[in-house]
């Protein structure tokens, strides 16, 4: 662009595809047969969706947003506190708190969104943020938004947590807020809520723990990790993961969501999710409390798929759920990597720094439940045919 005020973005693109970063989007079309996406006419197999349990297409998921749509039309026509608060918005919110035996639910448009909004209108300047090294970017932003004194410690270490606390002191500050992931979502590892409690505890801080990866898939019934575990305060689950659909909800009591019904910024002043998805959000959560059989099909695709990988010598770090990070190092050796593997068939994404850090740089790879075996398989063998090159 000609012009001395847009010299900062040909600075900022030259830069990014000089070190191999430059990002780009590519259209897909969903395939005939579930978890297939077609991209420049070529049919995938999609190994780096969110869609855990195939809910996107389910007909039953399908149906109910179709007849929402109908009935409620196309979009809701303000925000929550105007005129968009329709009777579905409510029951899907008091459906959500007794399956996930919570007070309360409030209902948000995604969990980018939320994760800003609601971590800014629960600190302010005078507050202490103690995030781990690893969450999601929307909750550092929402962390940054608040004004709130910021220190990140390191990945998943409890001992640089608690003396990070004892180093802050605990008394000059409004309050101390505590911001973790029970599945991450670059390296598909766990926090340990139990320790992360126990620490919330002793200096009575505020534990906000985010769920996305794990709702659908692990917990009782597909509940979560957060679920039932009343050291949590903030339980944050996404829909557009698991369910299938989109949007996000915090479960918490009754007095958090009417402070974040009068201070949250990000949920007043947006509109409120359409008729069609929170009907699709309604047969979901119908649905998923129920799929033990995907769950069990997804969990020894897992274990299986991580085996062969490891036996093959390549690492997956500390994964132990269907997010497995394949580590390759470098920039250009994942992304060659994943045009290899679109090349057989599949479609999986190179992750890459700024996302993860410099030197770990990976193929992030989902397995969903509705992979079958044979598709497992398809991809141990596209990866083995590499490793031989
Ligand atoms: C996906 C994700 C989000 C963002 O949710 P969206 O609804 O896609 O905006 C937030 N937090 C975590 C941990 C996630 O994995």
Redesign the pocket.
């Known amino acids: 662009m000609a012009g001395r005020k847009w010299k900062f973005i040909d600075n900022a693109l030259k830069n990014r595809r000089e070190s191999g970063q430059f990002r780009k989007l590519t259209p897909v079309i969903p395939g005939k047969e579930p978890g297939t996406v077609i991209k420049n006419g070529q049919e995938l197999i999609n190994f780096c969706s969110?869609d855990y349990l195939g809910l996107s297409a389910h007909p039953y998921v399908v149906e109910r947003s179709v007849e929402f749509l109908h009935k409620y039309g196309a979009g809701s026509t303000a925000s929550r506190l105007i005129s968009g608060t329709y009777d579905i918005h409510e029951q899907l919110e008091e459906k959500l708190a007794s399956l996930f035996k919570k007070e309360a639910v409030l209902l948000f448009n995604?969990?980018?969104?939320l994760?800003t909004s609601v971590i800014a209108s629960l600190a302010n300047r005078n507050s202490l943020i103690l995030a781990d090294r690893k969450v999601?970017n929307?909750?550092l932003q929402g962390a940054l938004l608040s004004n709130a004194e910021l220190k990140r410690y390191d990945h998943n270490d409890h001992d640089h947590l608690r003396a990070m606390i004892e180093e802050s002191g605990t008394t000059g500050y409004s309050r101390i807020i505590i911001l973790s992931?029970t599945v991450f979502?670059m390296d598909g590892d766990r926090n340990d809520l139990d320790k992360l409690g126990a620490i919330a505890e002793e200096y009575d801080a505020i534990l906000y723990s985010?769920d996305?990866?794990a709702l659908g898939v692990l917990g009782d019934r597909g509940l979560g990790l957060n679920y039932e575990n009343d050291r949590v305060d903030l339980s944050?689950g996404?829909?557009?993961?698991s369910f299938g659909a989109?949007?996000?909800f915090a479960s918490v009591s009754q007095s958090i969501k009417d402070y974040l019904i009068n201070y949250c910024g990000g949920f007043i002043y947006t509109t409120s999710l359409p008729p069609s998805v929170i009907g699709a959000l309604d047969a979901a959560s119908d649905l998923i409390p129920a799929m033990e059989e995907e769950r069990k099909q997804l969990q020894n695709n897992i274990r299986y798929f991580r085996n062969e990988l490891n036996e093959l010598g390549l690492s997956t770090v500390e994964s132990d759920t269907q997010i497995i990070p394949v580590i390759i190092g470098m920039e250009k050796e994942a992304l060659d990597l994943s045009v290899f593997l679109e090349e057989n068939g599949f479609m999986i994404t190179a992750i890459r720094p700024p996302t993860v850090e410099r030197g770990s740089s990976r193929v992030r790879i989902t397995l969903s439940a509705s992979h079958t075996e044979a598709q497992v398989e398809a991809l141990l063998a596209s990866l083995k045919k590499w490793i031989r090159k």
Do not use: C, L, V
Not at 110 to 113: A, E, T, V
Not at 238 to 241: A, D, L, Q, R
């Open positions: 969110n995604s969990g980018y969104q994760n999601h929307s909750i992931e979502s985010d996305a990866h944050i996404t829909f557009g993961k989109f949007g996000a």
